[in-house]
């Protein structure tokens, strides 16, 4: 497979082979190797702010998984409101309702 350098939208019917840089958008399909996976980390006093870019932002839906730095544990919506609630993914009995 050839290799190209560009800028921009990119669609591929045949492939993609390389590394891909920065902010990536949209959905990922087939085989994604990757070394390590990383979610978004925000403080517990964050994630309990309505009003906090963590529970505004449209990427907040329903799984949207982030790590809690407080508490050192991943936290999982339960919808895509600001203020739908947050449990525990190792406790989901643990609940936090953005205020």
């Known amino acids: 497979m050839a290799s190209t350098t560009f800028s ?3 669609t591929s019917t045949n492939g993609f082979v390389g590394a891909v ?3 990536v958008t949209g ?3 087939g ?3 990757a070394t390590s996976l990383q ?3 925000y403080a517990a006093t964050a994630i309990a702010d309505v009003a906090d870019a963590v529970n505004t932002a449209d990427t907040k839906v329903a799984g949207t ?3 809690d730095t407080t508490n050192a544990r991943l936290m999982i919506a339960t ?5 739908s609630d947050w449990v525990a993914g190792d406790d989901s009995s643990t609940t936090v309702t953005p205020s």
Request: a negative charge; charged letters at 15%; hydrophobic letters at 50%.
């Open 8 to 10: 921009g939208p990119v």
């Open 21 to 23: 840089t920065g902010a």
């Open 27 to 29: 959905d990922v399909a």
């Open 31 to 33: 085989n994604v190797d």
């Open 39 to 41: 979610v978004p980390a």
């Open 65 to 67: 998984v982030v790590f």
């Open 79 to 83: 919808g895509a409101d600001a203020n």
